[in-house]
């Protein structure tokens, strides 16, 4: 039995073995991103390989530690040779004694080793963790809502050279994802921020050469590229939690490094110049001596040793040999597997009868997981509305989902979810959604479902064809039948406008564009730009108008409407975007409206994504 304390020292074990590994193994190794592969393995797998024996009660070849509590002993007399599986059917209360002192007698095992902690002990120990976390947690949230702050007054960078220099360099090295430039006093050297976003001092294209500034942008460019923000925010957020592991600040750190050294050398195999790059690690270094870095920020040259390194490497740059990506994935697969199989762990002992019944009773009830099942509705006939009504009055009769199927757009079997839990596409060892419930199976009917938490907050959305092979993770579905376009998007549009999760809007917005009927769906999508006030779900009703009925002449009216007055420069991006999709699948109107755009357009992004756009069109044709 796994219990929470005998994870977490499951957790230090583990974590301690891989990542001492991880500092000894990258002694030996050269390659950076080997390196970098190497710690993030040495990070995660201490996580991953705690939780195996705890989900799957998986047990390794070495020892079993086992963790009991001292507590008041309780005595049991059995009966010669009795059988523990009906232990509690035979053992009346009056054959229990309650002696002065704890004891518990194991089978001999040499694999399996005990020790005992004191009573109330553990309690403790969890409690002092959980309020540590919290509150380390707590310092990472503070930081960067400390950050947000000194940054709030940043101003967006949309004409002049370094929107252009910064265009160029994303289309030089195929980086599709918009990316927001932006220029703030409170930021003293050039930083990633989140996803898409670089800012920069605003001293930045006064003081630095022209050289200086490309190699700038495109060292922070290559953090976004490869989530370094992100991985640094992870990083931090697993020293919290684990803060009795010391260690996980080394992997951090490796980690922080080994972003910068893989940042320089992508830069440098963009722009061919190392030595520049160099100067201008020196030159914002000394900006970063006047102005102190805020806490828990990337910055692309701080002081110290680490920055020598860097320059003294850049100034004697050559490309580095690649390990292929196979052979690390191999190599980090093979170094977890051998912690998991080999490492000791901790499992909680029962101390009393009573602990050790529930223990056997549990084993004996645990069943394999169920099949999906699907309830048919059976209540009053009417709309599809008055059917959705009636099961969620009555709590879906027990199901988890609800679902219905509907004329959809052929859109070649593809599918949309958010925050579904154990649902699975396309594995062929499930049934179709056509099978489950008895729809009809055809790849332009499209069944949408829509999971609840609650009588009627919705926290999961899901639409495929009705042919499509799917899994519910053993989950029920209960199943309305048939509708028709009119009904079934007045019930999605519904769902969007009550639901007050961003995630589940947006993806009820796709589900709502997947509609058969250009004629509902085109005036639906429009008005949904208008009154819709989140900037993803507006985004991803872009994004599915495109896929879906990009041939449409009214539909390429209105992605050029969007790509032109959108409400959110990534929404006009996005917009953009959808008329490349369509041009590329043959719209002759969207490659005109993308020509009208790249002349005048009056967002200078907007002008370069459909200029990208053209061109690429162009080179590939």
Not at 70 to 86: H, I
Not at 107 to 132: E, K
Not at 391 to 398: E, I
């Amino acid at each position: 039995m796994i219990t929470l304390g005998a994870w977490l020292a499951t957790y230090l074990v583990h974590s301690t073995i891989l990542l001492v590994g991880a500092l000894i193994i990258s002694r030996f190794i050269t390659n950076e991103r080997a390196r970098e592969v190497l710690w993030k393995t040495a990070l995660l797998g201490g996580f991953v390989t705690s939780l195996i024996p705890t989900l799957t009660g998986f047990a390794p070849i070495s020892r079993t530690w086992s963790v009991s509590t001292a507590a008041t002993e309780v005595t049991q007399q059995l009966p010669p040779q009795a059988d523990t599986r009906s232990t509690a059917a035979r053992v009346p209360a009056e054959q229990t004694r309650t002696p002065a002192r704890s004891q518990l007698t194991l089978p001999a095992n040499p694999s399996h080793a005990s020790f005992t902690i004191r009573d109330g002990w553990p309690f403790i120990l969890i409690v002092a963790w959980t309020l540590g976390a919290l509150a380390l947690l707590a310092r990472i949230v503070s930081r960067h809502r400390r950050i947000l702050r000194a940054l709030s007054g940043r101003k967006q960078l949309a004409d002049g050279p370094l929107p252009g220099m910064l265009a160029e360099l994303r289309r030089k090295a195929a980086v599709w994802t918009p990316v927001r430039l932006s220029e703030s006093e409170a930021c003293p050297t050039p930083i990633a921020l989140g996803r898409s976003e670089i800012c920069v001092p605003a001293r930045f294209e006064k003081d630095l050469e022209i050289d200086q500034q490309r190699n700038a942008l495109a060292h922070e460019l290559a953090h976004l590229k490869r989530h370094d923000p992100l991985w640094q925010m992870t990083a931090g957020v697993i020293e919290s939690i684990f803060f009795f592991q010391p260690l996980n600040i080394v992997a951090r750190r490796k980690l922080r490094d080994a972003a910068e050294y893989l940042a320089d050398d992508w830069a440098v195999q963009q722009t061919s110049s190392p030595l520049a790059l160099a100067r201008c690690l020196t030159q914002i270094s000394s900006w970063v001596g006047t102005a102190p870095v805020p806490d828990g920020m990337l910055a692309m040259a701080e002081g110290g040793s680490p920055l020598i390194n860097r320059i003294e490497r850049l100034a004697e740059w050559r490309r580095s040999s690649s390990v292929p990506a196979r052979v690390m994935a191999v190599a980090a697969l093979a170094f977890v597997a051998l912690v998991a199989t080999s490492a000791p762990i901790f499992s909680a002992v029962p101390t009393t009868p009573n602990e050790l019944l529930a223990v056997i009773t549990a084993t004996r009830s645990a069943e394999p997981q169920r099949p999906d099942t699907a309830i048919k509705y059976v209540g009053p006939a009417g709309s599809l509305d008055e059917r959705f009504n009636w099961a969620v009055l009555h709590n879906l009769s027990g199901a988890q989902w609800v679902g219905w199927d509907t004329e959809g757009a052929p859109v070649g079997g593809t599918m949309s979810s958010s925050s579904t839990g154990n649902l699975y596409f396309g594995d062929d060892q499930h049934r179709t959604l056509a099978n489950l419930v008895g729809a009809p199976v055809s790849s332009s009917r499209a069944g949408i479902l829509v999971r609840f938490r609650g009588e009627s907050e919705v926290n999961g959305v899901a639409f495929l064809p009705t042919s499509k092979a799917f899994s519910l993770g053993g989950s029920s579905v209960l199943w309305l039948g048939s509708a028709d376009t009119k009904q079934s998007m007045a019930l999605v549009e519904r769902l969007r406008r009550s639901s007050r999760n961003p995630d589940m809007r947006t993806e009820l917005a796709a589900a709502y564009v997947i509609h058969r009927d250009p004629d509902a769906v085109i005036p639906g999508v429009r008005k949904l730009l208008d009154v819709e006030g989140s900037k993803d779900a507006r985004s991803e009703a872009i994004q599915w108008l495109a896929r879906v009925h990009g041939q449409d002449p009214r539909a390429i009216d209105l992605l050029k409407d969007a790509a032109a007055g959108g409400r959110s420069s990534d929404e006009r991006v996005e917009a953009v975007d959808g008329l490349r999709f369509a041009m590329e699948s043959g719209s002759k109107r969207a490659r005109a409206a993308l020509l009208d755009l790249a002349d005048h357009g009056g967002d200078m992004r907007v002008r370069s994504e459909a200029m990208q756009a053209l061109t690429r069109h162009t080179t590939t044709r």
